[in-house]
């Protein structure tokens, strides 16, 4: 018997303690990981000094993850990085844990200190990709880096997936690695991504922060709206040009939101485990959904957030037309981003636009459309979701609620459907509604001590996969 099988008999796991030294190496990894603008601007144009210079980064300050002999290393699409970490148990299916190296760009404008500067200001780090989602990048590799350091050997085989460019649909990143792990007939136990976090002041009534794990993702249908009239002399102008026609169809659309879906999806499982949360009378309503629904689901109507998981949300996002003051506009133009709730698929949300728009003189162009994502499984048999559990209920212990829900943006995850039912997003921080106005806004930022705990959670997670049996799921009162 080898070393590997008698590191496999350990007793005990690695404590998640860090020393001083190794927590300030860690928040300057991170804030050096920052400082470098991997901005994705469209679909195919990034910013690739930037990615290059983040590769050879990485290399730099996870310098044992890179030597260890049992860690395959291959750069994917020209800036993706795949790590396929080799566990002694083959008998183990293995996960993988994905994150994303790209950013939306940021502007200076409106930051209390520049967004790639790294900055840290009273405990947190600041700049784009501390939440969205360098933070993740770094605490997974930060974590393995610490693992190794102490000598430990995974059981499990595990991949890391590192996109270039999530931001702007992961059709270089993403979709080429999970087509290089089919085209190797590689089927995951489960995966987690980015998508979710502990909510913290999200639903008002509600005093407690709760864990969400999203269970499925929506879709989105990217629609553009066309419409095209003879040009000519602004000075007789025809009773309606293309830009009216255009205006209006948007504002049709902008007024007639998609039928409210409360009930079907993953909503109605986050409500019922978070009912006894509540306090007088709101409890009662939540436990008596069957009967309370209708104000149930005008209530979560009201805020924008809580409307994104009731319904298809529909933001008109571009609209251009026009070329001179005095020339009646030839072609007007604008783009509808509709995020498709999880009962809809991308044909009935098409239907309905057309049902809404009514008015042949608009042209309808399909410029790009995703599916729902499937609801993976989140009972006591469900390994990846019983896994995020049990670390939650470790490095967390104050939080009593873990519910599965949906995620309201889209991941990397979706491009690997075909290696696993079992897709789990889930960040191990803290967010409040303002914390949320930061990803893809002005000032987003992580504490330095949140950031530790996430390195810490994943720290644990890798070990966690290795116990022999399943976790005991419902450890805490549901
Ligand atoms: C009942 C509970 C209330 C739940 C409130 C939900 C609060 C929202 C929490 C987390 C959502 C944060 C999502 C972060 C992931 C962002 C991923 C992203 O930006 N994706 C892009 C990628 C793309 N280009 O497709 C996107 O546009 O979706
Ligand atoms: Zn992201
Ligand atoms: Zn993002």
């Known amino acids: 018997k080898g070393l590997r099988d008698t590191e496999h008999q350990r007793a005990s796991p690695i404590p998640s303690q860090f020393s001083q030294e190794e927590r300030v190496t860690m928040k300057e990894s991170l804030k050096g990981a920052i400082q470098i603008p991997t901005v994705s601007f469209s679909p195919g144009e990034f910013n690739t000094t930037a990615l290059a210079e983040f590769g050879e980064y990485i290399h730099k300050v996870f310098p044992t993850v890179f030597r260890t002999s049992f860690i395959q290393h291959e750069v994917v699409g020209e800036y993706s990085h795949l790590f396929t970490v080799q566990g002694s148990d083959p008998s183990l299916q293995p996960y993988m844990l ?36 360098k933070n993740s990048v770094m605490a997974i590799l930060q974590a393995l880096e610490l693992l190794l350091i102490r000598n430990y050997i995974p059981r499990r085989s595990f991949f890391i997936a590192l996109g270039h460019d999530e931001e702007v649909s992961g059709a270089h990143g993403a979709q080429k690695i999970s087509a290089l792990l089919q085209a190797r007939g590689v089927q995951l136990a489960f995966i987690v991504d980015e998508g979710s976090f502990i909510l913290d002041g999200f639903i008002p009534s509600l005093k407690k922060p709760f864990a969400m794990v999203s269970v499925s993702e929506k879709g989105s249908l990217d629609l553009m709206l066309e419409v095209n009239k003879t040009p000519g002399h602004s000075s007789a102008p025809p ?143 469900a390994l990846g979701y019983q896994l995020i559990r049990q670390t939650i209920q470790s490095v967390f212990p104050e939080i009593n609620i873990v519910a599965p829900g949906i995620c309201i943006a889209q991941t990397d995850s979706r491009h690997y459907t075909n290696l696993t039912t079992g897709i789990y997003r889930f960040n191990p921080l803290y967010l409040q509604p303002q914390d949320f106005r930061g990803i893809h806004g002005i000032n987003e930022r992580i504490s330095v001590q949140a950031y530790e705990t996430q390195v810490k959670f994943i720290f644990e997670f890798i070990q966690n996969a290795d116990t022999e049996q399943r976790p005991v799921s419902h450890l805490h009162e549901l």
Do not use: C
Request: charged fraction near 20%.
């Open 98 to 133: 994905l994150a994303h190296i790209d950013v939306v760009p940021a502007p200076d404008q409106g930051w209390e200190v520049p967004p790639f500067s790294g900055l840290e200001r009273d405990g947190f780090i600041y700049g784009r990709g501390t939440l969205d989602n």
């Open 239 to 381: 009773k309606e040009t293309s830009i009216g026609i255009l205006a209006a169809a948007v504002s049709r659309l902008e007024q007639t939101p998609m039928p409210n879906m409360f009930g079907s999806g993953p909503l109605k499982m986050t409500l019922q485990q978070l009912a006894n949360e509540f306090s007088f009378p709101a409890n009662v309503i939540f436990n008596n959904l069957w009967l309370f629904w209708p104000l149930v689901s005008r209530l979560m109507e009201r805020e924008d957030i809580t409307n994104a998981l009731v319904r298809t949300t529909t933001a008109v996002t571009m609209f251009n037309a026009g070329i001179k003051v005095n020339v009646i506009p030839p072609v007007a133009q604008a783009t509808v981003n509709f995020r498709i709730h999880p009962a809809q698929t991308v044909q009935e949300v098409l239907k309905l636009a057309k049902d809404i728009v009514v008015d042949d003189r608009v042209q309808f162009h399909v410029l790009e459309s995703f599916e729902p994502l499937p609801v993976s499984p989140s009972d006591d048999q």
